[in-house]
């Protein structure tokens, strides 16, 4: 099968074998570049994400072109700093030496993304890549073409493509990079496409970042500031790409007294943001294409949830629309509560006591992140201290993944390894130990004959 990318590592692997990857300069330039990429192409990149997924400019500016340009201006500033060799103490064990942590690339890697946020999501693990100085091969999602190629031609005109190669294609393309050595696969998308890509990677013993997905819940305490929660519930439900974001809420949780109270904050707050027919408002995302339409519909048509929904359930097959959607006490065996939705519904699960929500949370897979709404200093602690998440942000959600100083990544079933801001280098960088003594300060127990004299100076 010729699919023109049989021997792309290799072709790299030349080139990274040049050394010119590594030099602070190469990285520097090459950074440089995607910043002009977003400041010169930002019309470009909001059209085709338009084009991709309906989304609207203000969410495509703000979570796609200027979270690159940030991610990318930060490791600028940052970069010689992470690749500065970290001086560590030493212990009597080798005394007297001098030790240091020295990051050196780990050579040619794959990036492998995915489609909901095809610009960020394709562009954020490759900055990390190149600041630490790797040759790198990205593959964005077949689901999201015109940012596909998009990436393609904005990457080749502005980067060193001898170092720096985009490869478009779906399954066929993806196994045929798979079957290449690597030195590091960085993989974005779901837990089943995480296993095939964690197989593959074994043959060669090429270690993996999986960053996954799962259903991320949201508590909601009876304590709280409704509206101020009704509104960053939704902002984190829907505003981010109709729910199709995998730090998204995928269910809520709150107390059975104080539902309705919920229910009737977040449909007073929905409609001032999207109108009567939310269907038809401009700032809702569409679904990206339409097998994903028909799989969420799936999930409300289930004769388990059709009697169930509190707002919501109108959708647009043509313009591949659902409506912001709460399903209220979903039977425990629906699908919505047990596959991942990604998407613009939300089933609320009612507990006796807010407590509960933790052990029910406790009994599912461990999610890429949980949040929490509440005012009560002890339920923040226990949930910090016994819910299990990729992430975690109380009163928030999703904004722990703006911060460059918190590591993001899943945890079993969402993923393992983690990047942004520093540990995106540390992702792509291997962690050499350098420990250098000079030629005194040989204990004499160290050398035979193993006379018991010298044992008596341990
Ligand atoms: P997907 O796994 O279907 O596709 C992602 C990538 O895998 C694409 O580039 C695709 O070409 C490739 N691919 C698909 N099938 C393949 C196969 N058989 N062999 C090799 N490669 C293959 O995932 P998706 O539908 O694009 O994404 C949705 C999932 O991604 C959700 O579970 C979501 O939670 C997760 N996600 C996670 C993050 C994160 O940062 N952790 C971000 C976004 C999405």
């Known amino acids: 099968m010729a699919l023109g990318v049989e021997g792309v590592a290799g072709e790299l692997r030349s080139i990274y074998a040049t050394g010119k990857t590594k030099t602070f300069e190469w990285r520097v330039s090459q950074l440089k570049a995607i910043l002009k990429i977003t400041a010169h192409h930002e019309k470009e990149i909001v059209e085709a994400l338009h084009s991709d997924l309906k989304k609207p400019e203000l969410e495509a500016f703000l979570y796609e072109v200027s979270g690159v340009s940030s991610v990318c201006k930060y490791a600028l500033k940052e970069l010689h700093r992470w690749m500065m060799p970290e001086k560590v103490k030493t212990s009597m064990a080798t005394y007297p030496s001098s030790a240091e942590i020295v990051s050196e690339p780990l050579g040619v890697v794959l990036v492998i993304s995915t489609w909901n ?20 091969v990205l593959k964005p999602s077949e689901i999201a073409p ?60 090429t270690p993996v970042v999986l960053e996954l997905g799962g259903k991320c819940p949201v508590v909601v305490d009876s304590n709280v500031n409704l509206k101020v929660t009704a509104r960053r519930l939704i902002a984190g439900k829907w505003c981010y790409n109709s729910g199709q974001t995998c730090i998204s809420a995928d269910y809520a949780i709150t ?69 912001p959607t709460i399903v209220l006490d979903a039977p425990e065996d629906s699908l919505i509560l047990n596959e991942e939705i990604f998407g613009p519904l939300l089933p609320i699960v009612t507990v006796n006591k807010i407590e509960d929500s933790i052990t029910l949370i406790k009994a599912k897979e461990k999610p890429l992140a949980a949040y929490l709404f509440t005012n009560d200093k002890k339920l923040k602690e226990e949930f910090i201290r016994s819910v299990s998440a990729g992430g975690i942000a109380i009163n928030e959600i999703a904004l722990h993944a703006l911060e460059p100083t918190l590591p993001f990544g899943g945890v079993g079933e969402s993923g393992m390894g983690s990047y942004h801001g520093k540990f995106s280098f540390d992702a792509f960088s291997h962690k050499k130990s350098v420990l250098q003594r000079g030629f005194s300060g040989d204990p004499a127990a160290r050398y035979p004959p193993y006379t018991p004299g010298k044992l008596k100076f341990l």
């Open 146 to 205: 015109a940012t596909s190629s998009l990436l393609l031609k904005l990457l080749g005109e502005y980067m060193d493509t001898s170092a720096v190669k985009v490869v478009e294609g779906a399954v066929p393309e993806t196994t045929a990079l798979l079957e290449q050595k690597w030195d590091k696969i960085f993989y974005t998308g779901s837990g089943k496409v995480g296993r095939i890509i964690l197989a593959a990677a074994a043959k060669h013993l």
């Open 255 to 323: 107390t059975k007294e104080y539902a309705s109270t919920l229910v009737d904050a977040l449909s007073s707050e929905l409609e001032k943001f999207y109108g009567k027919d939310p269907v038809k408002s401009n700032d809702l995302s569409s679904i990206i294409n339409s097998y994903h339409f028909d799989r969420l519909t799936k999930l409300l048509d289930d004769e388990k949830v059709s009697g169930k929904i509190v707002l919501g359930g109108q959708r647009d097959k043509a313009n591949l629309k659902i409506a």
């Open 117 to 136: 946020y095809p610009f960020l999501l394709s562009l954020e693990p490759v900055i990390g890549a190149i600041a630490a100085g790797n040759a790198v």
